[in-house]
């Protein structure tokens, strides 16, 4: 005879946040354990490839980590990569450069 499997205090629906995985307990019981949400890792903001050296958790369990584990040394770390930051720097220096040429050929006008 099949042993039952009992249910948790969970919906007994196959939703995407109700996974379960039928466990055999050391009392010969078989019980379920909810497998939670697998976490995406943190994206960049520009170009949307995933940021190296950032832990890839579920929204809630960045608040019980450290620092060190949610950013990266860096100006906008854990939050752009540095391929993006990169491009930023040299952006806002030819920005910068760009207006000194247009002042200086204003004044000589």
Do not use: W
């Not at 039952?4 to 050391?26: D, E």
């Not at 943190?42 to 929204?59: E, I």
């Not at 491009?87 to 920005?95: E, G, H, K, P, S």
Request: aromatic share 4%; glycine share 6%; charged share 25%.
């Amino acid at each position: 005879m099949a042993q039952r499997v009992t249910l948790p205090t969970r919906t007994p629906y196959n939703t995407k946040s109700n996974r379960r995985r039928v466990i055999k307990t050391p009392g010969g019981k078989l019980r379920y354990h909810l497998i939670g949400k697998q976490a995406s890792t943190p994206k960049c903001g520009d170009c949307h490839t995933s940021l190296p050296g950032v832990q890839a958790l579920r929204p809630r369990q960045y608040s019980s980590v450290s620092k060190t584990k949610k950013t990266v040394q860096r100006a906008y770390g854990g939050n752009r990569c540095a391929n993006c930051v990169r491009t930023r720097i040299i952006r806002a220096f030819l920005v910068e450069e760009a207006k000194i040429v247009k002042a200086l050929v204003n004044s000589k006008k």
